[in-house]
T-cell receptor
Framework: SQQGEEDPQALSIQEGENATMNCSYK?????LQWYRQNSGRGLVHLIL?????REKHSGRLRVTLDTSKKSSSLLITASRAADTASYFC??????????FGQGTRLTINP | DTAVSQTPKYLVTQMGNDKSIKCEQN?????MYWYKQDSKKFLKIMFS???????INETVPNRFSPKSPDKAHLNLHINSLELGDSAVYFC????????????FGPGTRLTVL
């Protein structure tokens, strides 16, 4: 069954603006991960946040995790045209598999 | 280059045919996966192998048969292809350990006519 659900499904912003994507999930997790998929390519791992962490940073990426609300957010600051892609959250419940949401399609307009 | 590679990148075939997709990783990972991504971009796990042993087998028709000749390879054979099998199939691998960060191949776009 689908675990993560992303919101919004699509987001279009101007270059330089910040982009925020949200992910909600249903069951307990070991960790939550965010991936990026450029058009016609495979997924690329961006960042992993453990269930006992609340916030994590990597370059222009900031991820938060609220296990009480079963939700996570991905913030991309100072967006660039190259950030145009689909972004997926994936939950790991410790059973050696990831369950992916349907993704947010992000478009950065020059 | 260290990576997960898949062949072929595109596969167009008729209904009823049998086809295979191959995957190789040279990252030294113990676990490999097959995912199916449908036209709505929904990505669903199909199979997972750890050191050549099947550990995850989601509800997938038995027309799909994975085979792992060694821990660096995981192939997917599909019998009697149906229209609904049209999708992009991704192979992925991950190292052993507590955190299941996965590395994906470029995908194989399968079109069944």
């Amino acid at each position: 069954s689908q675990q993560g659900e992303e919101d919004p499904q699509a987001l279009s912003i101007q270059e330089g603006e910040n982009a925020t994507m949200n992910c909600s999930y249903k069951t307990s997790i070991n960790n939550l991960q965010w991936y990026r998929q450029n058009s016609g390519r495979g997924l690329v791992h961006l960042i992993l946040i453990r269930s006992n962490e609340r916030e994590k940073h990597s370059g222009r990426l900031r991820v938060t995790l609220d296990t009480s609300k079963k939700s996570s957010s991905l913030l991309i600051t100072a967006s660039r045209a190259a950030d145009t892609a689909s972004y997926f959250c994936a939950t790991d419940d410790g059973a050696q598999k990831l369950v992916f949401g349907q993704g947010t399609r992000l478009t950065i307009n020059p | 280059d260290t990576a997960v590679s898949q062949t072929p990148k595109y596969l167009v075939t008729q209904m009823g045919n049998d086809k295979s997709i191959k995957c190789e990783q040279n990252l030294g990972h113990d676990t490999m996966y097959w995912y199916k991504q449908d036209s709505k971009k929904f990505l669903k796990i199909m199979f997972s192998y750890n050191n050549k042993e099947l550990i995850i087998n989601e509800t997938v028709p038995n027309r799909f048969s994975p085979k792992s000749p060694d821990k660096a390879h995981l192939n997917l054979h599909i019998n009697s292809l149906e229209l609904g099998d049209s999708a992009v199939y991704f192979c992925a691998s991950s190292p052993s350990g507590e955190y299941n960060e996965q590395f994906f191949g470029p995908g194989t776009r399968l079109t069944v006519l």
